[in-house]
């Protein structure tokens, strides 16, 4: 160790330095979709978990403990290796002719993260007091109109925290994706370390990103929470 000549420049230029940065779009690509997809579904299932019809109840109970119970790198491999079991062959044709690694990491991590956002949503639903809900619906809203209108705007601004927590798993969770050969940050770095034999520098490199991304959304959130949410405190 006390002989090792650490060479920076390996990732500061040349083709290197261009796989990490490819390597940074790509967990920025996967980030982004899962993000956007994981809040949305977990949404739906939050609002199907508090339902008052039963077997949409029991649906979305079984939807959380399925995927809130599993590892997520099991339920990576079971989308990358069994998911032409399952899929249409049309879908299955479509995603072999584009990029079917990356189409697997993101439906698993969307799934996957939805279930801890549907959770983190349906306490921040309960913890607004029900009399709002008998009002609206007292005053001529449905179930889903009173959700839409009254409850879910409440409920989001309260689980801000948990959900930039999620979120920011995602984005860290990400780097399993490698696992399936798609060439994200963690996996770019993996390739440096394997042409190069500098895996201190390579990885250093993909910490520094991984870091990077997570001070940025944190303080976003906390800028978005202070001068949005809370005003009066910033």
Known sequence: MLNYHFDWSIITSGKYFDWLVSGLK?????????IVGAFLIG???????MSHFAPLRW????????????????????????SYKILPAAVNDWLNNTNFEFAAAVLALTIYTSAFIAEDIRSGIL???KEQMEAARSAGFSYLRS????ILPQAVRITVPPLVNQFLNLVKNSSLAMTIGVMEITYQA??????TFKGFEAFTAATVVYLTLSVTITAAMEFYNRRVLNPQRG
Do not use: C, D, H
């Open 190 to 195: 993996r390739q440096v370390e394997s042409y």
């Open 127 to 129: 913890s607004i007091p």
């Open 59 to 82: 649906a979305a109970s079984a939807y959380l403990e399925f995927f809130r119970n599993t590892p997520l790198l099991v339920q990576i491999f079971f989308w990358y290796f069994g």
């Open 26 to 34: 790509t967990t920025l690509e996967i980030s982004a979709v899962g």
């Open 147 to 150: 959700m839409q209108y009254i």
């Open 43 to 49: 949404l739906l299932i939050a609002v199907l978990k």
